[in-house]
């Protein structure tokens, strides 16, 4: 595959445009009916507590050329399930792909291992003709999302999202809601896509350094700090543009299943409290979102309700999600913008007090650039910039850092595994790595709004558990970015033994990101509790976004007996290996 075969940003806007901003054809072909030529509705909400789904294909069109998407009932996204806390939900979910296995998992939701949807660990998936009984009962409220847990389904459209009404009236009150589910699209195969990094990594990295960025930095730095920091850079096998995986030269984003040009809308009237329940439901991207000239009050994050922090824009990780208010007046239409990481592209809907209305787009803020000290290579940097000495970052070649311990100077080095040291799906190392809960995040810092950090997030009514952790285990988030090798400990999912907790404990789990990446790393089945970086205590959630060069920890109460996955939420990090298993067994 060339270049030539895919379009550039703004190529995809303008055909997006063409093909109305994206429709779904024969849209009752999930149930085995020929093609009928016509736009589905998207955000169907289905209520109750006994529900049909079926898994088929669907052809869809968000670029101007007609691919086949996966689709529940048809829809992409699937159905909007509205549940109620205390009640026992049922599922009958049927296969009807010709020649595939297929599986729900129901993210963030506590359940039965055997109800959690993941092929291999909780059952052995659904088989074409086939279907699955799921049933289990609501132990928890909020907003929360499903999808496929099958090779690349997720990629190609298996997702939707989830509404749980509480029992108990929440602690605030607003006039009316709509969910903000975001997501990517590829015209590629997920498979042929996955195969392209898997050979070239860098593929949609068009960013690169140049010679006119080589003649700044030495007339702004000096010639040796910019030869020390294109050396790091090149030891560590990749360069500061290297932002995401994929971005906007592969993808098309997407608000509710609608392009930028389609502008999903949703209604308001002047003076309402609106809630804004954001879901990341994409495979690869992470979005900064903002509603220009309105102030978001954050009440929950990842379904739970937390202190409210009011803020300008919030970075959202793939598969968390956030609860926000908002209060618009004074004007008729309001632009949600929710532009990638990578500052290549985004996905747009719009607040307005009748159909058709449309806010101004802000353009996509200036591409960000990765330093060494967002790599956790701070204090030790030539000229504030690049790496001193031989060491540098990359560790394939002897991995000296694994040899540093904890050092005993003014800033103490990170100790590794030392199954990294001279691996060969290890390209660095992190030196000195930090919670960096108060950092907004790459692209982020001191742009003039008022950004949500991980520092903001507290729970209502504290520790719910209350006890002090009885063990530690420290994990380390490693890859090769050449090689688009992920794992952890410089162990792939597919040889390595599962982390076995003791049903009942209470243990934290340390994570430390030795990779250039974010990733946000979820475990099925029960609660991540985050800690500040004193160790207390801070906010529950069931993904845990781990940025570049940091290092934190979560109390994890091992209540849920059985097999259950633990894996980073980039889509294809975990097939390419950053996965474990986890066992909830009874103490001997």
Request: some cysteine.
């Amino acid at each position: 595959m060339t270049r030539d075969t895919l379009l550039d940003p703004a190529r995809r806007q303008f055909v997006s445009g063409i093909a109305a901003g994206g429709s779904l054809l024969a849209f009752n072909s999930w149930a085995g009916n020929g093609p009928a030529i016509g736009r589905a509705t998207p955000g169907t909400e289905l209520r109750g507590r006994d529900f049909d789904l079926a898994i088929g294909s669907t052809e869809v069109d968000f670029t101007g050329r007609v691919r086949r998407a996966i689709t529940v009932n048809g829809q992409l996204p699937a159905p909007v399930l509205r549940w109620r806390e205390g009640d026992t939900v049922t599922l009958r979910v049927a296969n009807r792909l010709p020649d595939a296995m297929t599986s729900i998992h129901w993210h963030g939701i506590l359940l039965p291992a055997n109800m959690d949807g993941v092929p291999g660990l909780s059952f052995d998936g659904i088989a074409p003709g086939e279907a699955w009984l799921y049933r289990f009962t609501l132990r928890q409220s909020g907003s929360y999302w499903y999808h496929s847990h099958s090779l690349f389904q997720e990629q190609a459209g298996l997702y939707g999202a989830i509404i749980i009404d509480p029992i108990e009236p929440l602690p605030y009150r607003y006039d009316r809601e709509h969910v903000v589910l975001l997501s990517d699209w590829t015209d590629h195969d997920p498979a042929a896509l996955y195969r392209r990094m898997k050979k070239l990594a860098e593929f949609d990295n068009f960013y690169k350094p140049t010679v006119g960025d080589f003649v700044r930095d030495v007339r702004s730095d000096g010639l040796a700090a910019t030869l020390r920091d294109r050396a790091a850079w090149g030891r560590m096998r990749m360069t500061p543009t290297d932002i995401s995986d994929i971005n906007a030269h592969t993808y098309t984003y997407l608000c509710n299943g609608s392009t930028p040009a389609a502008n999903w809308t949703g209604l308001y009237r002047s003076g309402e409290k609106v809630l804004l329940r954001f879901i990341n439901a994409s495979a690869m991207t992470y979005f900064d979102v903002r509603i220009p000239g309105l102030k978001m009050t954050v009440l929950a994050a990842d379904g739970l309700p937390i202190h409210p922090v009011s803020v300008d824009e919030f970075r959202i990780a793939v598969a968390e999600t956030f609860d926000v208010i908002v209060e618009p007046s004074g004007q008729d239409a309001w632009t949600i913008f929710a532009q990638d990481m990578g500052r290549t592209g985004y996905a747009r809907g719009t607040l307005a007090v009748r159909p058709g209305l449309a806010a101004p787009v802000p353009a996509n803020d200036p591409r960000p650039l990765l330093t060494m000290d967002d790599m956790g290579h701070g204090g030790h940097a030539g000229g504030g910039k690049g790496m001193e000495g031989g060491c540098g970052a990359m560790m394939a070649e002897g991995g000296c850092g694994a040899h540093m311990g904890h050092g005993a100077g003014a800033m103490a080095m990170q100790a590794h595994p030392p199954r990294e040291d001279g691996s060969p799906i290890v390209d660095m190392q992190t030196m000195t790595p930090a919670p960096k809960l108060d950092d907004p995040g790459i692209g982020l810092r001191d742009n003039g709004r008022r950004v949500l950090t991980y520092a903001d997030l507290h729970s209502i009514g504290g520790d719910p558990d209350g006890r002090e952790p009885s063990r530690e285990v420290e994990l380390h988030l490693t890859g090769h970015m050449e090689k688009f090798a992920w794992s952890f400990d410089a162990q792939p999912f597919s040889g390595a033994e599962p982390l076995r907790l003791n049903y009942g404990e209470r243990m934290r789990i340390v994570l430390v990101n030795d990779t250039m990446m974010t990733h946000p790393i979820h475990l099925h089945g029960m609660w991540s509790d985050v800690e500040d970086a004193d160790g207390n205590f801070q906010v529950r959630k069931h993904t845990v976004d781990m940025p570049p060069g940091t290092r934190r920890s979560y109390r994890v109460r091992a209540d849920a007996l059985g097999r259950w996955a633990f894996h980073c939420h980039l889509l294809y990090h975990m097939e390419a290996g950053m996965m474990r298993e986890v066992r909830v067994e009874e103490s001997a």
